[in-house]
C-alpha cells in the first residue's frame, strides 16, 4: 500500500478527519470523515477497491488449499443488473 492509502485507512480507524466538507459528485454532501467516498457510486476507485478486495480473498483460500474461482466476465445482463444466487459447483 501506498503513504496515501495508508493514512486514508489509519484516518478511518480512528475517527480522524479525512477531507474538508464538501459536495460530492452525485449532489450529496461529504463530511470531514470523507465516509461518502466508499459508498457513493460516482467515486472514483471504487471497483479498483472492490476488485483488489477480491484478489486478496482469492489468493488467501488459494494458499490455504481451497479453490476460488472468481466471477467470469459477462455475467451482466444486458439491463445493468447483475444476477443474483449464482452457484458455482466444482
Known sequence: M???????AVSLRLGLNLCAPH???CGSPVDALGIRALVCKHASGR????HALDD???????????PALKEP???SRSD????DGLTLIP
Not at 486478496?56 to 481451497?66: C, F, M
Open 47 to 50: 471497483f479498483a477497491r472492490q
Open 73 to 75: 466476465a459477462g455475467l
Open 23 to 25: 459536495t460530492c459528485q
Open 56 to 66: 486478496i480473498i482469492s489468493r488467501a483460500l488459494v494458499s490455504t488449499g481451497i
Open 80 to 83: 445493468g443488473r447483475r444476477p
Open 2 to 8: 501506498d503513504n496515501e492509502a495508508v493514512r486514508g
